[in-house]
T-cell receptor, first 112, second 114 residues
Framework: EPEVTQTPSHQVTQMGQEVILRCVPI?????FYWYRQILGQKVEFLVS????????KSEIFDDQFSVERPDGSNFTLKIRSTKLEDSAMYFC??????????FGSGTRLTVV | AQSVTQPDIHITVSEGASLELRCNYS??????LFWYVQSPGQGLQLLLK??????LVQGIKGFEAEFKRSQSSFNLRKPSVHWSDAAEYFC????????????FGAGTILRVKS
């Protein structure tokens, strides 16, 4: 069964450093998403991406965040200057149409 | 704002007993409803989803859920729980009127005692 692949599975970074989280969505999917889950809290929507542009973003997704689909297969989330409160599990998801989400296994980001 | 409520933070059931996890959502004429399961340190696995049609939907691992529009609910059920069902369960809703993002509930942690 096709999977959404996320790398790395764990990332530790110093506060203030830039970090890039990588995702390979399912190949024929058109919609891409990032969600995050702070430890012990609910999963929160960050951003959706369609047709090479952001289609929707949450209040969390401020100027420190950006997304990119640099080639035909990868979908990345960049955090420019990480803060302690960015520590969370970040999930990538993709879907072939509007509501058929498949989630990756997540990247646990720890900011120290 | 759109919201999803899972009123039970923890539930403990005996192996072999039946299970019902509750989920309610805020207003929305056209909700698309999902249940996900997450084992510790793992990703989100889709158990089942409801878009339209028969309001009782069957999912993987013997789970089912029933959509009740009048109660704005989408409760998850399983007739006989197995020890391997111990995990955290998330209800999620997409409201078509508000784009295609998923709004998640806070989750219910299921413990299974033998």
């Amino acid at each position: 069964e096709p999977e959404v692949t996320q790398t790395p599975s764990h990332q530790v970074t110093q506060m203030g450093q830039e970090v890039i989280l990588r995702c390979v969505p399912i190949s024929n999917h058109l919609y891409f998403y990032w969600y995050r889950q702070i430890l012990g809290q609910k999963v929160e929507f960050l951003v959706s991406f369609y047709n090479n542009e952001i289609s929707e973003k949450s209040e969390i997704f401020d100027d420190q965040f950006s997304v990119e689909r640099p080639d035909g297969s990868n979908f990345t989330l960049k955090i420019r200057s990480t803060k302690l409160e960015d520590s969370a599990m970040y999930f990538c998801a993709s879907s072939p149409e509007t509501y058929g989400y498949t989630f990756g296994s997540g990247t646990r980001l720890t900011v120290v | 704002a759109q919201s999803v409520t899972q009123p039970d933070i923890h539930i403990t059931v005996s192996e072999g007993a039946s299970l019902e996890l509750r989920c309610n959502y805020s207003y929305g004429a056209t909700p698309y409803l999902f249940w996900y399961v997450q084992s510790p340190g793992q990703g989100l696995q889709l158990l089942l989803k409801y878009f339209s049609g028969d309001t009782l939907v069957q999912g993987i691992k013997g789970f089912e859920a029933e959509f009740k529009r009048s109660q704005s609910s989408f409760n998850l059920r399983k007739p006989s729980v197995h020890w391997s069902d111990a995990a955290e369960y998330f209800c999620a809703v997409a409201f078509m009127e508000y784009g295609n993002k998923l709004v998640f509930g806070a989750g219910t942690i299921l413990r299974v005692k033998s």
